[in-house]
Nanobody, 121 residues
């Protein structure tokens, strides 16, 4: 069993910063890609950033230059530093881990439960 736990959401004024974290615990898995998604009110859940096992990063244009995704593989932890936040960034943020499961020899995706970010103008 894998447990994914997020932290770091909250309320901030426009121009402020927040740092999100997401950790996976359990055994018999190896994480490859790690991603952050977000879902605003009445919106689809969209990917905003991804980091590969080798550290290559991809960002949605809406956050490029403001958000920084990083990972600590020793701790199975994903981070996202969010700077210059604006009200359009208000959403529930979800992490996703793409994992290789050693017991089943299969890949699977595990999601965090979501953390809410609210940016006021």
């Amino acid at each position: 069993q894998v447990r994914v736990v997020e932290s770091g959401g909250g309320s901030v004024q426009a121009g402020g910063s927040l740092r999100l974290s997401c950790s996976a615990s359990g055994s018999a898995f190896r994480i490859t890609d790690m991603s952050w998604y977000r879902q605003g009110p009445e919106q689809e859940r969209d990917e905003v950033a991804r980091i590969s096992l080798r550290g290559a990063t991809i960002y949605d244009d809406a956050v490029l230059g403001r958000f920084i995704i990083s990972r600590d593989d020793a701790k199975n932890t994903l981070f996202m530093q969010m700077n210059r936040l604006n009200p359009e960034d208000t959403a529930t943020y979800y992490c996703k881990f793409h994992m290789w499961m050693r017991d089943t020899s299969e890949y699977k995706d595990d999601w965090g439960e979501g953390t809410t970010v609210t940016v006021s103008s």
